[in-house]
């Protein structure tokens, strides 16, 4: 069954995602260090706003991706080829549609942007050049969702997440070669173009052969089915135009407001706290496909055992990874660029916008997989974008700080919390119940390890390294004591205690 493979699946698509993941990671911090030292700060900054387009588009996971990756894991249950085709094919055509639409929006916002010193005489030239680029980033990768979804109906998305891995070195060495060469930001933009196109035809290839070629015949479009994936496409975009408005509104309003050299500083914060929200993200990504195969046995039962064992899971994950956020986001971002990128206190307020981003996150995947998101989704973009103008408003021109708060006041307020009630609400869980050993033992075993890394932190600034030590093992092993007895239940244990069997046998 269906089913069955995809559990089966399921541990090897995760560890897949957390190399890849791992690999962007490290890349992401390796490169905007290499852009400052060969462009400055000024020209880091319009690569960063520029660069966000693409990994916001990339992540949100906009179009028609999600609506064939979860019809054609309905007609594969079901047996029918002909349909899973028919899917690809309207898939395709409409997602290149989506495509040009968005790609001439962010080409737009490039130009529209004031024209700034690009090292060159060329200045106007040199924006359209840049503009040009990222867009047709931008539509690369947006068709680039539907072999994706292709492998992630088959239960494939290693293979999907290997290529990401290649894909983000041979970007990387792509770029060092580049800036050694002098190419400037506008050349990083077409050797990103290169390389996407590159590896999303790899990608196309993988995909096709787990379903036939001719799936892309243009014949086999269905307006009948176009209107369906339309609409299920549209509410499932709705979850990553929720972040997508959030974020880049602020993020433009903050840029023409303050400049690109403290921007840039800005967003070195706004990276170390979207790759948080990244780990988390790719924790779930095959939960969608997963709970669309129970729904569709109406299996409501196994479909609220994933949910909370996953939201208590990616829970006890997120916490303490935002802990150290927290108490050392400046002095990460001291080591990694520099003094000039320090903002104090912009650490705690980005660990406060991520504090229920797991949640969100798992509850709008569970929510996609049983296509109950529309109506939640299409209400919390409202809201959060009344919220967002109206804290725009108030607070222009925007700091760093006020533009943080903005982020976390409008996502939390207008998107974590009404999903994740929403999501209770639908599962018929018992909120009380549940709430002690998801939200309550997790929360004081952190605050211990937070009050922990607070007194690193003092250790630290006195160079006292045997302290730091000490403490150091005082809090993993604080940590790791009261997660196994107070926060993991004993079916959780046993499966760990399995896990660890399993492994010293092989």
């Known amino acids: 069954m269906a089913t069955h493979e995809g559990r089966n699946q399921l541990l090897p698509n995760l ?3 957390w190399l890849a993941f791992t690999a962007s990671a490290i890349i992401g911090f390796v490169m905007p260090r290499l852009i400052l030292g060969n462009v400055g700060q000024d020209l880091l900054g319009l690569w960063d706003l520029c660069w966000s387009f693409l990994t916001f588009i990339s992540f949100a996971g906009i179009g028609t991706g999600s609506a064939v990756s979860h019809l054609t894991v309905k007609a594969d249950a079901h047996g029918n080829a002909a349909v899973a085709r028919e899917v690809i094919s309207t898939g395709f055509y409409l997602q290149l549609l989506i495509g040009i639409l968005l790609s001439s929006i ?6 529209w942007l004031p024209t700034m010193d690009l090292s060159s005489h060329h200045a106007s030239e040199q924006i359209y050049l840049l503009g040009l680029y990222v867009a047709g980033t931008v539509m690369v990768a947006i068709l680039g969702e539907i072999p994706h979804g292709i492998l992630l109906s088959k239960h494939q998305l ?11 070195v041979s970007l990387a060495f792509s770029m060092i070669a580049t800036l050694s060469f002098g190419g400037g930001i506008v050349g990083l933009a077409l050797v990103t173009l290169i390389v996407r196109c590159v590896f999303e035809a790899i990608r196309f290839g993988l995909a096709f052969t787990q379903t036939p070629l001719d799936a ?3 014949q086999r479009m269905s307006r009948e089915r176009a209107v369906h994936m339309l609409r299920f496409s549209f509410k499932s975009s709705l979850y990553g135009l929720q972040e997508l408005v959030v974020y880049q509104t602020i993020r433009v309003s903050f840029f023409l407001a303050m400049g690109p050299a403290v921007f840039a500083a800005f967003s070195r914060y706004s990276t170390l706290a979207r790759q948080i929200n990244r780990l988390i993200d790719r924790l779930v ?10 729904s569709s046995q109406g299996n409501a039962k196994e479909i609220r055992d994933v949910y909370l064992y996953g939201l208590r899971g990616i829970w006890m994950v997120a916490l303490p990874t935002l802990g150290l956020l927290g108490v050392f986001g400046d002095q990460i971002v001291l080591l990694w660029m520099g ?4 903002v104090p206190n912009l650490a705690w307020v ?8 797991s949640h969100y996150s798992m509850s709008a995947k569970i929510l996609r997989g049983i296509n109950a998101h529309g109506s939640i989704s299409a209400l919390c973009l409202l809201a959060s974008t009344i919220c967002l103008i109206s804290l725009v408003l108030t607070n222009y021109p925007l700091t760093a700080t006020s533009a943080a708060w903005s982020i976390a006041l ?11 009630v929403f999501c209770w609400r639908k599962l018929e869980i018992q909120v009380l119940g549940n709430i002690l050993t998801t939200y309550v033992k997790p929360l004081l075993i952190n605050v211990i390890f937070l009050m922990i890394l607070v007194q690193i932190e003092d250790e630290l600034t006195l160079s006292n390294w045997t302290l730091v030590v000490v403490y150091g093992a005082t809090g993993l092993l604080t940590l790791g004591l009261g997660y196994w007895y107070l926060a993991f239940d004993s079916r959780m244990r046993e499966k760990f205690r399995g896990f660890l069997l399993s492994s010293e046998v092989a």
Not at 159 to 164: F, T
């Open 216 to 218: 892309l015949n243009p």
């Open 285 to 294: 990504t095959p939960i969608p496909i997963l709970t669309s195969d129970y």
């Open 410 to 420: 409008s996502m939390i307020l207008c998107v974590h919390i009404p999903h994740v």
């Open 339 to 342: 003094e000039n990128f320090v």
């Open 15 to 17: 560890l897949a995602g």
């Open 350 to 357: 980005f660990c406060v916008a991520c504090m229920l981003h």
């Open 106 to 111: 962010v080409y737009w916002v490039i130009q």
């Open 158 to 168: 290693r293979q999907s997440e290997y290529l990401n891995i290649a894909h983000d």
